[in-house]
Protein backbone atom coordinates (compact mmCIF):
# COMPACT_ATOMS: atom_id res chain seq x y z
CA UNK A 1 0.00 0.00 0.00
CA UNK A 2 2.56 2.13 0.95
CA UNK A 3 4.35 1.70 -2.51
CA UNK A 4 1.26 2.41 -4.20
CA UNK A 5 1.44 5.83 -2.68
CA UNK A 6 4.77 6.34 -3.28
CA UNK A 7 4.09 5.67 -7.20
CA UNK A 8 1.16 8.24 -6.93
CA UNK A 9 3.13 11.17 -5.56
CA UNK A 10 5.99 10.31 -7.61
CA UNK A 11 7.19 13.67 -9.68
CA UNK A 12 8.33 11.94 -12.30
CA UNK A 13 5.10 10.45 -13.34
CA UNK A 14 3.29 13.25 -13.96
CA UNK A 15 -0.51 11.51 -14.56
CA UNK A 16 0.28 9.70 -11.45
CA UNK A 17 0.66 12.94 -9.38
CA UNK A 18 -1.98 14.79 -10.91
CA UNK A 19 -4.49 11.67 -9.61
CA UNK A 20 -3.30 11.98 -6.25
CA UNK A 21 -4.20 15.71 -5.99
CA UNK A 22 -7.23 15.78 -7.57
CA UNK A 23 -8.20 11.97 -5.24
CA UNK A 24 -6.87 14.58 -2.38
CA UNK A 25 -8.27 17.60 -3.36
CA UNK A 26 -11.83 15.68 -3.20
CA UNK A 27 -11.39 14.01 -0.18
CA UNK A 28 -10.20 17.45 1.39
CA UNK A 29 -12.87 19.17 0.21
CA UNK A 30 -15.80 16.80 1.17
CA UNK A 31 -14.43 16.04 4.65
CA UNK A 32 -14.02 20.25 5.38
CA UNK A 33 -17.39 20.43 3.82
CA UNK A 34 -19.24 17.89 6.07
CA UNK A 35 -17.15 18.00 9.22
CA UNK A 36 -17.78 21.61 9.54
CA UNK A 37 -21.60 21.07 9.26
CA UNK A 38 -21.50 18.56 11.64
CA UNK A 39 -19.37 20.52 14.35
CA UNK A 40 -21.83 24.06 13.71
CA UNK A 41 -24.85 20.83 13.76
CA UNK A 42 -23.48 19.83 17.13
CA UNK A 43 -22.49 23.20 18.61
CA UNK A 44 -25.89 24.61 18.00
CA UNK A 45 -27.61 21.31 18.87
CA UNK A 46 -30.05 21.46 16.05
CA UNK A 47 -29.60 20.71 11.94
CA UNK A 48 -27.97 23.65 10.16
CA UNK A 49 -29.27 24.86 7.03
CA UNK A 50 -26.14 25.17 4.86
CA UNK A 51 -26.39 28.41 2.66
CA UNK A 52 -27.29 28.07 -1.10
CA UNK A 53 -23.65 29.64 -2.07
CA UNK A 54 -22.09 27.21 0.19
CA UNK A 55 -23.68 24.47 -1.69
CA UNK A 56 -22.84 26.29 -5.00
CA UNK A 57 -19.12 26.82 -4.24
CA UNK A 58 -18.97 22.83 -2.67
CA UNK A 59 -20.48 21.89 -5.93
CA UNK A 60 -18.31 23.45 -8.47
CA UNK A 61 -14.97 22.89 -6.61
CA UNK A 62 -15.84 19.05 -7.08
CA UNK A 63 -17.05 19.76 -10.53
CA UNK A 64 -13.42 21.10 -11.41
CA UNK A 65 -11.80 18.23 -9.88
CA UNK A 66 -14.24 15.77 -11.86
CA UNK A 67 -13.59 17.68 -14.98
CA UNK A 68 -10.06 17.90 -14.12
CA UNK A 69 -9.71 13.57 -13.32
CA UNK A 70 -11.89 13.11 -16.25
CA UNK A 71 -9.34 15.40 -18.98
CA UNK A 72 -6.35 12.96 -17.27
CA UNK A 73 -8.06 9.79 -17.96
CA UNK A 74 -8.62 10.96 -21.77
CA UNK A 75 -4.48 12.35 -21.62
CA UNK A 76 -3.67 8.66 -20.32
CA UNK A 77 -5.70 6.62 -23.19
CA UNK A 78 -4.24 9.11 -25.69
CA UNK A 79 -0.84 8.33 -24.28
CA UNK A 80 -1.03 4.58 -24.54
CA UNK A 81 0.74 3.14 -26.86
CA UNK A 82 -1.17 1.00 -29.76
CA UNK A 83 -1.10 -2.36 -29.92
Not at 2 to 22: E, G, P, Q, V
Not at 46 to 60: F, M, N, S
Amino acid sequence: MLDYFKKLIDTSNTLSSNRFAFLFTTIISNVLFWLTWAGVSAFNREIVDVPPGVYIIYGLANGIVGLGKFGQNITEIKAEPKQ
